[in-house]
């Protein structure tokens, strides 16, 4: 979005919490399209759900976006999975899109979308629930290595968007700092304590995201996040 044309919505969509996993655990993770302008509060859309407020959902993660055009490219990377489990919804967006992915959107970014204001708060960082709604064990560290996570949003405004709604991008304050290249620096790349020190004093990262920074450039440790993508073991 370099030229700041507008893009267009591919899906506007919403879910309830139903039981999933193992042990049936609450997960509003399954999103469908609606087909009507949805109301856009501080905590989401209306009628949309979250059941683990502690992972997802809250001021900071009120929305989440994902590129619709990585669709392609999972079908083409696990072609033993039903290509229909690859389809807008999957992995629990509220917003589906083509024109804007994690190399081109950066953190801080401000859009209008409808008569709603949005700013990009932070990646996702995958969880089991991701394995088991595609029924594949390897989806969640595949996505978070790849870095097709998708992005969340705070709201920033209320209002109303509309399935078919344009999106403008107002602002970028820290154009040097993509989602790529921010789970990279987090996930995949050697630590690079220049690096790691703009990050713990990004002020429009979240204060874990900052922590996390903060906390490897002091004992140079990297976070095991294997463990939030494994399948809870079946409760006796």
């Not at 591919?10 to 087909?35: H, M």
């Not at 009628?47 to 809250?58: P, V």
């Not at 595949?142 to 344009?166: C, F, I, K, N």
Request: proline content about 8%; charged content about 20%; glycine content about 10%.
């Amino acid at each position: 979005m370099n030229d700041h044309r507008p893009l267009k919505l591919n899906a506007l969509l919403i879910g309830p919490i139903v039981p999933f996993g193992p042990n049936g655990e609450p997960s509003a993770i399954g999103k469908t399209p609606v087909n009507h302008p949805l109301s856009l509060g501080a905590t989401g859309f209306v009628d949309d759900m979250q059941a683990d407020l502690r992972h997802h959902g809250g001021t900071g993660k009120a929305v989440h976006h994902y590129p619709a055009e990585h669709y392609a490219t999972w079908r083409r990377e696990y072609p033993e999975i039903e290509p229909g489990r690859f389809q807008p919804g999957t992995f629990g967006e509220n917003l589906s899109t083509f024109g804007l992915t994690e190399e081109n959107v950066c953190i801080g970014d401000i859009f209008r979308m409808g008569n709603a204001l949005l700013e990009v708060t932070q990646g996702r960082k995958p969880c089991w629930k991701i394995n088991e709604r595609i029924g594949h064990p390897g989806i969640a560290a595949r996505m978070q290595e790849s870095g097709r996570t998708g992005w969340y949003y705070r709201v920033l405004e209320h209002g109303t968007v509309s399935p078919d709604a344009e999106i403008f991008l107002l602002d970028r304050p820290y154009p040097e700092w993509t989602l790529a290249h921010l789970l990279k620096q987090l996930y995949l790349g050697p630590p690079d304590n220049e690096v790691l020190t703009r990050l713990s004093t990004l002020d429009a990262l979240p204060g874990s995201w900052r922590e996390q920074a903060r906390r490897r450039l002091e004992t140079s440790y990297v976070e095991d996040s294997s463990q939030r993508m494994v399948t809870p073991a079946i409760k006796t």
